[in-house]
């Protein structure tokens, strides 16, 4: 044992030294993916949702200009006479003021809200022009002649050129409104009536407003938010509050910020920062950035942690596998002992093991094996010697049981030898399930007259009952009440024969005589039944 216990410590140690070497590289390894993974889903799920919530925003201001046109669009006539009627076309206005007035007030940030009609249709100047003022009341401002402005003044009519240029709902980049001097961005909807442009209907609303929105994100302890412009002008950062010009910086944020949903890396001013994307319905972009040296802070700590906890765990594991070696070989000896003797067909062998490792489960799965194949043993013992149909002893039992007993010198023995009448008619005329029937009627019958007695069934309609032990008259008084209880019916059960014997040498000579005795008793029968005669 001493060669094995030197065996298993080797292979032990050196196991455990290369599943922790294995395993701790994989851990460091995953540890880092897994940490990398965590702070792009962090970031990501920062992005995905401060962009779903600015993306609301701006879609009800979406909701509130296309309600408005879809209101102004079902008020205007078809009749292109009416569209350089000033009297009709100030009537339609003051339909669609109420609507504009209402919503206005009810839109969040909204600075201004406008309706105009194109100057080539309508000589004067013509349609709505109304300003929130910052108590919530309403304005109505002077409207901006748009012949007097080049149509690239984009600070004075920008609003009016580009859903025009466009062809449809248009959001403005943010711009300086001249006319209110303001900071803003523009949701524009061009209203068209076949080739004809009839004006166009819009609001303002407050960018610095959308700022705030912007400087509340944050990500990590020291990540914040960017606003990016379509063309890659920072609208906004913490570094930048009134944003800065994509043509003075190195353009890298505007490479980036073409993908979404992925994390990038990125040198700015000698820090290394990691940015995601989100786009905007507006076109805008809104960047997550933090820096690199955070993010990694936490890998960092793990894999130092990992180190940590690897040393320790080699020491442990290493004397742990010393000491459960020397444990392991004691019951393992015991076990090949145990094994020993069942392989010698002791199966009373005695196994005791308290461990609860895997040798204690050994120890306890081979004597639960044993048990088990004692159980099948019983049981097919059992099959060997019982009938199947009637539970009573069979043939073969009858010969163990006369050789253990009889021919042993077994003292008054007494023989019952029985043959059930009409089973063949039965069977043929009624099929065998009848049969059987009458088979287990006859046996409970014989267990009746001979409840504590040796009952076997010999073959189909055979059966012998063995008493020891009973004298002579006892043995004739029980074989009278098997007879009584036999004929309780019209026609007798079976043919009955008996002989005992105060010393009987071999069974034979007790089967011999019964039997001739039952087949006196089976020519009475078909005498008196001759229509059973096989």
Same mark, same amino acid.
């Given at each position: 044992?001493?060669?094995?216990?030197?065996?298993?410590?080797?292979?032990?140690?050196?196991?455990?030294?290369?599943?922790?070497?294995?395993?701790?590289?994989?851990?460091?390894?995953?540890?880092?993916?897994?940490?990398?993974?965590?702070?792009?889903?962090?970031?990501?799920?920062?992005?995905?949702?401060?962009?779903?919530?600015?993306?609301?925003?701006?879609?009800? *201001?979406?909701?509130?200009?296309?309600?408005?046109?879809?209101?102004?669009?079902?008020?205007?006539?078809?009749?292109?006479?009416?569209?350089?009627?000033?009297?009709?076309?100030?009537?339609?206005?003051?339909?669609?003021?109420?609507?504009?007035?209402?919503?206005?007030?009810?839109?969040?940030?909204?600075?201004?809200?406008?309706?105009?009609?194109?100057?080539?249709?309508?000589?004067?100047?013509?349609?709505?022009?109304?300003?929130?003022?910052?108590?919530?009341?309403?304005?109505?401002?002077?409207?901006?002649?748009?012949?007097?402005?080049?149509?690239?003044?984009?600070?004075?009519?920008?609003?009016?050129?580009?859903?025009?240029?466009?062809?449809?709902?248009?959001?403005?980049?943010?711009?300086?409104?001249?006319?209110?001097?303001?900071?803003?961005?523009?949701?524009?909807?061009?209203?068209?009536?076949?080739?004809?442009?009839?004006?166009?209907?819009?609001?303002?609303?407050?960018?610095?407003?959308?700022?705030?929105?912007?400087?509340?994100?944050?990500?990590?302890?020291?990540?914040?938010?960017?606003?990016?412009?379509?063309?890659?002008? *920072?609208?906004?950062?913490?570094?930048?509050?009134?944003?800065?010009?994509?043509?003075?910086?190195?353009?890298?944020?505007?490479?980036?910020?073409?993908?979404?949903?992925?994390?990038?890396?990125?040198?700015?001013?000698?820090?290394?920062?990691?940015?995601?994307?989100?786009?905007?319905?507006?076109?805008?972009?809104?960047?997550?950035?933090?820096?690199?040296?955070?993010?990694?802070?936490?890998?960092?700590?793990? *894999?130092?942690?990992?180190?940590?906890?690897?040393?320790?765990?080699?020491?442990?594991?290493?004397?742990?596998?010393?000491?459960?070696?020397?444990?392991?070989?004691?019951?393992?000896?015991?076990?090949?002992?145990?094994?020993?003797?069942?392989?010698?067909?002791?199966?009373?062998?005695?196994?005791?093991?308290?461990?609860?490792?895997?040798?204690?489960?050994?120890?306890?799965?081979?004597?639960?094996?044993?048990?088990?194949?004692?159980?099948?043993?019983?049981?097919?013992?059992?099959?060997?010697?019982?009938?199947?149909?009637?539970?009573?002893?069979?043939?073969?039992?009858?010969?163990?049981?006369?050789?253990?007993?009889?021919?042993?010198?077994?003292?008054?023995?007494?023989?019952?030898?029985?043959?059930?009448?009409?089973?063949?008619?039965?069977?043929?005329?009624?099929?065998?399930?009848?049969?059987?029937?009458?088979?287990?009627?006859?046996?409970?019958?014989?267990?009746?007259?001979?409840?504590?007695?040796?009952?076997?069934?010999?073959?189909?309609?055979?059966?012998?009952?063995?008493?020891?032990?009973?004298?002579?008259?006892?043995?004739?008084?029980?074989?009278?009440?098997?007879?009584?209880?036999?004929?309780?019916?019209?026609?007798?059960?079976?043919?009955?024969?008996?002989?005992?014997?105060?010393?009987?040498?071999?069974?034979?000579?007790?089967?011999?005589?019964?039997?001739?005795?039952?087949?006196?008793?089976?020519?009475?029968?078909?005498?008196?039944?001759?229509?059973?005669?096989?």
């Amino acid at each position: 044992m001493k060669s094995l216990h030197k065996k298993i410590l080797t292979l032990l140690i050196a196991s455990v030294m290369l599943t922790v070497l294995l395993v701790g590289g994989a851990g460091i390894l995953n540890a880092s993916r897994v940490v990398e993974e965590d702070s792009s889903r962090i970031m990501n799920l920062t992005c995905d949702k401060k962009t779903q919530e600015i993306n609301t925003w701006l879609l009800s *201001i979406e909701q509130s200009v296309d309600t408005i046109y879809g209101f102004a669009d079902s008020q205007l006539t078809d009749n292109r006479i009416s569209w350089n009627d000033e009297q009709y076309m100030d009537a339609y206005t003051e339909k669609v003021y109420e609507v504009m007035e209402n919503l206005i007030k009810n839109t969040d940030c909204a600075l201004s809200i406008y309706l105009r009609f194109n100057q080539e249709l309508l000589t004067s100047v013509s349609g709505v022009f109304m300003v929130k003022n910052e108590d919530g009341s309403l304005k109505d401002e002077e409207m901006t002649d748009i012949l007097a402005y080049d149509p690239d003044d984009r600070e004075h009519v920008g609003w009016y050129y580009e859903p025009l240029q466009n062809g449809g709902p248009t959001w403005m980049e943010p711009y300086k409104n001249k006319n209110i001097n303001k900071n803003m961005i523009s949701y524009v909807i061009p209203i068209y009536r076949g080739d004809v442009t009839i004006g166009v209907l819009g609001m303002d609303v407050d960018l610095d407003a959308l700022k705030e929105k912007v400087s509340e994100i944050s990500a990590y302890s020291s990540g914040y938010a960017v606003l990016m412009g379509k063309n890659g002008d *920072i609208i906004y950062s913490k570094n930048y509050p009134d944003g800065i010009d994509a043509g003075e910086y190195n353009g890298k944020l505007m490479e980036l910020k073409k993908g979404t949903g992925e994390i990038y890396s990125y040198h700015w001013n000698g820090t290394n920062k990691r940015m995601v994307c989100g786009n905007m319905i507006n076109g805008m972009t809104l960047a997550i950035v933090a820096p690199a040296s955070e993010i990694d802070a936490a890998r960092n700590t793990l *894999i130092v942690q990992c180190l940590i906890i690897l040393v320790v765990v080699l020491a442990f594991a290493t004397l742990l596998g010393i000491r459960l070696t020397k444990q392991l070989t004691k019951p393992l000896l015991e076990l090949t002992q145990a094994a020993e003797q069942i392989a010698k067909g002791n199966w009373n062998v005695a196994i005791e093991c308290s461990s609860k490792d895997e040798v204690g489960v050994l120890a306890q799965t081979l004597k639960e094996a044993i048990g088990e194949l004692n159980k099948c043993i019983t049981y097919i013992s059992h099959l060997a010697y019982t009938d199947n149909l009637t539970g009573l002893n069979n043939r073969h039992y009858m010969k163990q049981y006369s050789c253990e007993y009889i021919e042993n010198g077994a003292q008054d023995v007494g023989l019952v030898f029985c043959d059930l009448n009409r089973l063949k008619y039965t069977n043929d005329h009624y099929g065998h399930s009848v049969g059987d029937e009458l088979i287990c009627n006859f046996v409970k019958v014989l267990k009746e007259a001979f409840p504590d007695d040796m009952c076997c069934r010999m073959s189909g309609d055979e059966f012998v009952v063995v008493v020891v032990n009973k004298s002579e008259e006892e043995f004739l008084n029980m074989v009278k009440e098997l007879n009584i209880l036999n004929n309780r019916e019209e026609i007798p059960l079976a043919a009955i024969g008996s002989a005992w014997k105060a010393k009987a040498e071999s069974i034979g000579e007790l089967l011999t005589e019964a039997e001739n005795a039952m087949y006196r008793d089976k020519k009475l029968f078909y005498e008196k039944f001759p229509e059973y005669r096989r």
